[in-house]
């Protein structure tokens, strides 16, 4: 019975130690890393706890040697990486194992039994392994999704967190007041495999979101791109019903000439003009950058903004869904700063530069600018500027393609400048 209790205590302690290194290094990872791969290395965690019985030895063996053969393994080519995967899991835990321990034992002062008892220390060891597992799980999620908004995710994250915590008192509670009891193990283990299925739910609930999420950004990318092609085959039909029509035309402008009637001729070739102006085409090398730039133009143009558009580029190599959330967020925030002017103008420009793609976004503005964290407020009525609006998206979409993101400003002006690897 003592050998059972023992493999249930080590357990308790080795799992969530595992798994709290297990997401971290998922974090930085392209693919996920095997389950056999974890499944050794759970073993061979138990065995060192199991048999070494919490020696000095098996400290350094379980939180330092391990840790690091696994990020090295992990991360076979990249040692840079795989040291900064290993110092993340030993500060993260010990910052915030101390902080629960200090916390708890201020709650039961608990000092004088932790110490004369090893089943009570060995609880809370695990309890407070279990609560880091889950704070870094949760945190993680968190900054990886753009919806930390959603009361959904708010309401998640409660649930966990006010039954780890349940969890970890009652079962203190219960060391202190029958430390015998029978019972003891069998709820806490329940609970605390419950737990791990309701952190595993609620990744997978992340996951489903950000995939619909994602669907969704793609269904509106073909409408946006279904419209821009529907405009360029219209003016396509114009441009041959023009050709066609060429020569009635110029019988026309011819007529109008010989009787020295100028002022007809302007109103005929403007007339000719304004029947081409339903769209511009824009050749950027990918159909949806192009259509998003076009779309934007024409969204500009109808709140009388000025834009003048430059493209140079031989084409473009990043996702779609990166370049258009780097391009739409920017465009839009232009478009309301520059709605706001009595003569407000953009000025575009998406050039290549050697392997690097240059966007550039200039527009006009009302007020001066204050920028504060990262985020720019205007001094007309002390309100937000538009500009804070999707900076934070776009400077995290920026980042994650190892690219570099400029604001300049100043009063009536604001300049964006985007540099992005953009290799063939």
């Known amino acids: 019975m003592q050998t059972i209790y023992k493999i249930y205590f080590e357990l308790l302690f080795d799992i969530p130690l595992a798994l709290l290194l297990f997401r971290i290094s998922e974090n930085r990872q392209d693919k996920p890393v095997s389950c056999y791969t974890k499944l050794m290395y759970c073993l061979i965690l138990f065995c060192i706890s199991y048999f070494l019985n919490a020696s000095l030895f098996s400290v350094i063996l379980c939180f330092i040697t391990l840790p690091l053969i696994y990020s090295l393994y992990v991360f076979p080519k990249n040692y840079r990486i795989a040291l900064r995967n290993f110092f993340e899991f030993v500060i993260f835990y010990f910052m915030i194992y101390i902080i629960i321990v200090i916390v708890y034992t201020l709650i039961f002062n608990d000092q004088d039994i932790t110490i004369i008892s090893q089943q009570y220390n060995t609880y809370k060891s695990a309890i407070i392994n279990l609560l880091t597992y889950i704070i870094y799980a949760l945190t993680s999620n968190l900054l990886q999704i753009n919806i930390t908004k959603s009361i959904y995710i708010l309401f998640f994250n409660a649930i966990v967190i006010s039954i780890s915590v349940i969890l970890g008192y009652t079962t203190l509670s219960l060391n202190l007041w029958d430390s015998g009891s029978t019972v003891l193990p069998i709820i806490f283990a329940t609970i605390f495999v419950l737990i791990i299925i309701c952190i595993s739910l609620y990744n997978k609930f992340l996951s489903i979101i950000e995939e619909n999420t994602n669907y969704r950004f793609k269904l509106e990318l073909d409408k946006m791109e279904q419209v821009y092609s529907a405009q360029l085959d219209d003016k396509l039909n114009q441009l041959h019903s023009l050709r066609h029509d060429m020569k009635n035309h110029l019988i026309v402008i011819d007529g ?102 240059n966007i550039v976004i200039e527009n006009s503005c009302s007020g001066n600018i204050i920028e504060n964290n990262g985020e720019f407020t205007s001094t007309k009525n002390d309100k ?41």
């Open 256 to 357: 109008y000439a010989s009787q020295h009637n100028d002022r007809k001729i302007h109103e005929y070739i403007h007339n000719i003009s304004e029947d081409l102006s339903l769209t511009n085409a824009v050749d950027s090398g990918s159909h949806i950058v192009s259509a998003l730039i076009a779309e934007k133009e024409n969204k500009a143009k109808s709140q009388n903004i000025r834009c003048e558009i430059n493209i140079s580029t031989p084409g473009i190599n990043i996702d779609d869904f990166s370049i258009t959330t780097i391009i739409g967020n920017l465009f839009d925030n232009a478009i309301k700063a520059a709605s706001e002017c009595e003569h407000g103008w953009i000025r575009f420009s998406l050039t290549q530069t050697g392997s690097y793609m």
């Open 384 to 424: 937000v500027l538009p500009h804070g609006i999707g900076i934070k998206n776009v400077r995290k979409v920026v980042s994650n393609l190892n690219g570099q993101i400029d604001f300049s400003y100043a009063s009536g002006y604001f300049s964006v400048k985007a540099e992005l690897p953009n290799y063939s």
